[in-house]
Every structure is written in C-alpha cells, then in structure tokens.
C-alpha cells in the first residue's frame, strides 16, 4: 500500500514537472521571439501608400453645397451623365476654398475628370435658360468650356499606374 501511495505521488510530481517543463519552453520560446520582434526594423511592419490619383480643387467660391469630382474610362456620357457612366465619383462637403480626392485602385489608361461644385446638391450641374452653367464646374487637362462642354480627348489625360497630383481650378 505505501508503495502505491509513493507511485501515485511520484507520478503526479512527474507530471507537473513535465507540464512545468513545457510550460517554462513555450515561456523561453515566446520571450525570444518578442525580443526578435523589437530588432526590425520600424519601417517593416509600416504600410506603404498605394497608387493613386490625387485631385486638388481650387477656386472654390463659398462653403454652400458640396463638390462632386467624377473620373470616366471613356467619353461616354462625359461630362455631364456622371451618375450614369463615370465608374468611380466622389463627394464633399466644402470647407475652405479649396478641396482634394484620392481616387485609388485605378488601372493604367486614358482618363477624363469632371468637377462640380453643386450648390443645391441636386446631382447636376445647374444652367440658366442659355444652357449656360450657373454652378462651378472644371475639367482635367485644363479642358475649357467654349460654346459647348469640353469632350473626353480634351480633358484626357494618361495614367501609369503611379502616384499622380492633378489640379483642377473651378470656373464660374
């Protein structure tokens, strides 16, 4: 009976001493690797800036409404179907005189860029009874508006794929 009673203690001390054992490896194991960790470097866990293109709006001339800035793949429907055709568009609030879009997860292409500032935010750029615009609009490749709205190759630009800064001045 004694000898029972020793076997049993011994094989519950054998135990612990192996769970403890693993327990104080998986310690040692997890120290080590926290302190592999602080050797990178800072910047290898810091994400990079994707490609895009960034668009800066200029000559805004009040805070009332919002800018809407909409790129298109094709001259379909450009400038003035946006809702309708241009693949990506987006839209701010306006503070200041001045506003920026980063339109990110574009192919390399040809594109066109159209800008509103739509001050009744309606989704359209307003006109008078001549079809003349009485919202603020502008155009990329500094397309202007003569007798009727710019077409797609005149405010056609080419993107590579990179980091691109564009800016757009709004007419009123």
């Given at each position: 009976m004694m000898n029972t009673m020793l076997f049993k203690f011994f094989s519950r001390n054998t135990e612990h001493s192996e769970n403890s054992q693993i327990s104080r490896k998986f310690s040692q194991l997890l120290f080590c690797l926290?302190?592999?960790?602080?050797?990178?470097?800072?910047?290898?866990?810091?994400?990079?800036?994707?490609?895009?293109?960034?668009?800066?709006?200029?000559?805004?001339?009040?805070?009332?409404?919002?800018?809407?800035?909409?790129?298109?793949?094709?001259?379909?429907?450009?400038?003035?179907?946006?809702?309708?055709?241009?693949?990506?568009?987006m839209i701010t609030q306006i503070s200041g005189?001045?506003?920026?879009?980063?339109?990110?997860?574009?192919?390399?292409?040809?594109?066109?860029?159209a800008v509103i500032h739509d001050k009744n935010r309606n989704g359209e750029l307003d006109?008078?009874?001549?079809?003349?615009?009485?919202?603020?609009?502008?155009?990329?490749?500094?397309?202007?508006?003569?007798?009727?709205?710019?077409?797609?190759?005149d405010a056609e630009f080419t993107y590579d794929g990179g980091n691109l800064q564009l800016s757009i001045a709004l007419s009123y």
């Open positions: 926290a302190i592999s960790l602080l050797w990178l470097p800072s910047n290898g866990f810091a994400q990079t800036k994707c490609p895009a293109i960034n668009v800066k709006i200029q000559n805004i001339s009040n805070n009332t409404g919002v800018i809407a800035c909409a790129i298109f793949e094709s001259g379909e429907g450009f400038p003035n179907k946006f809702l309708q055709f241009a693949p990506k568009i005189t001045d506003a920026s879009f980063e339109f990110s997860d574009i192919l390399p292409g040809k594109y066109a860029i006109t008078n009874f001549l079809g003349i615009p009485t919202e603020g609009y502008g155009f990329s490749s500094g397309a202007e508006v003569t007798l009727s709205a710019p077409s797609f190759s």
